[in-house]
């Protein structure tokens, strides 16, 4: 059964993409927005945070806490049928056409630059469907930058076969899993109706290899198949998962916005493993099933 797990994490980064360890920011992206230091010009074609998120269950996280959920679960990712939501040929032309920004971007997800074609092609295009923390890396100044980042809802993703976001398509930024530290972190840039921080979860590694990813497409309300490595042109409808993410109604009102995982040695292929989950500073602890009822939201 598929769990969500709480992590003890309070995540630092650059307002506007500075990289700067010592802040404790976290950068509120929305999802049709470039944001900071983008790398590239935007791949993203669907990009349109969804009318009903999806919903983290369990008890509200208190203090400096978050949710943590496996990048195989049913509905965490969603999507159009037989559509893709990035131009991954685009996005490898970008890259492509600027070496410098090519090596950068494959420093930042442990590989060789002759690799980033083929890695790119290997990753899976979706949307977010729940408010997503990461580790986002912009091109600043001829070089990559580091800031901690909340991705709203709908925000267009390259994921890899583990379920991890690895790219942003809004901007070409490759991701990596949130950094865990000390300190209270402080929002900034621009927040969305609906956005509360206690409803944020990061995306855990799936226990192996996924061959496909289960997706929602919210324009029907209808479930399909995406294979990993493919745009959509492979996707297969499906019945509705037993287990699932339980979705959240629209927001009426718009709430004031007030762990590292080490990429691997650069070689000539694409990653064979998953990244190790961000520390916790202290034991992980077990909540409910996720297809438990929603939490209550917070009050106004």
Known sequence: MVVAVVLILTLPGGSGGSGSSSSREVFLQAAGSTGPDPYTASTAQESTPPQQPAQPTG???????????????????????????????????????????????????????????????????????????????????????AYQAVLQAGTAVLVDAWGMPRVRCACGNPLTPPQAIGGTPRTTGDSWPGYRAELVVIVDPAPGELGQLTVFDATDGKWFTRPTGSGGSADRPTAPPAQKLPSSPPPSIEPSASASASPSQPGSAPPSQPPSAPAASTPAVESPPINSAPAAPASP
């Open 59 to 145: 008890p509200p996280p208190g203090g400096n806490t978050i949710r943590a959920v496996s990048g195989a679960t049913p509905g965490l990712y969603g999507g159009t049928q037989q559509r893709s939501s990035c131009d991954v040929e685009k996005q490898i032309g970008y890259l492509s056409a600027d070496q410098a920004k090519n090596k950068a971007f494959a420093g930042v997800l442990g590989l060789a630059p002759g690799a980033v074609p083929d890695y790119l092609r290997a990753l899976t295009p979706v949307q977010l469907r729940i408010d997503t923390r990461v580790t986002n890396h912009g091109w600043r100044d001829g070089a990559s930058t």
